[in-house]
Nanobody, 118 residues
């Protein structure tokens, strides 16, 4: 059983920063991709950023240059440093862990609310 536990969401003013964390536990394949997705009210879930166990990163266009994803493989933890936050970044942020091509595994956290407002 794999579990993902997120933390670090909250309310921040425009231009501010937040750092999200997601710790994975359970039986986890070492070669995997961890990432963050978000969903705003009335909108589809969208990619924020992903990072492979080898350190390759990928970012959604709307967050490039403002957000940084990183991970600690020893702790099975992924981080999202969010700077220069905008009201349009307001959403529920979900942690994701996936691996495998032939028999893919895909796990989600419960989500953490990020609200950017003055």
């Amino acid at each position: 059983q794999v579990q993902l536990v997120e933390s670090g969401g909250g309310l921040v003013q425009p231009g501010g920063s937040l750092r999200l964390s997601c710790a994975a536990s359970g039986s986890i394949f070492s070669l995997n991709v961890m990432g963050w997705y978000r969903q705003a009210p009335g909108k589809q879930r969208e990619l924020v950023a992903t990072v492979t166990s080898g350190g390759t990163t990928n970012y959604g266009d709307s967050v490039k240059g403002r957000f940084t994803i990183s991970r600690d493989n020893a702790k099975n933890t992924v981080y999202l440093q969010m700077n220069s936050l905008k009201p349009e970044d307001t959403a529920v942020y979900y942690c994701n862990l996936q691996w495998g091509l032939i028999n893919p595994k895909d796990y989600w956290g419960q989500g953490t609310q990020v609200t950017v407002s003055s």
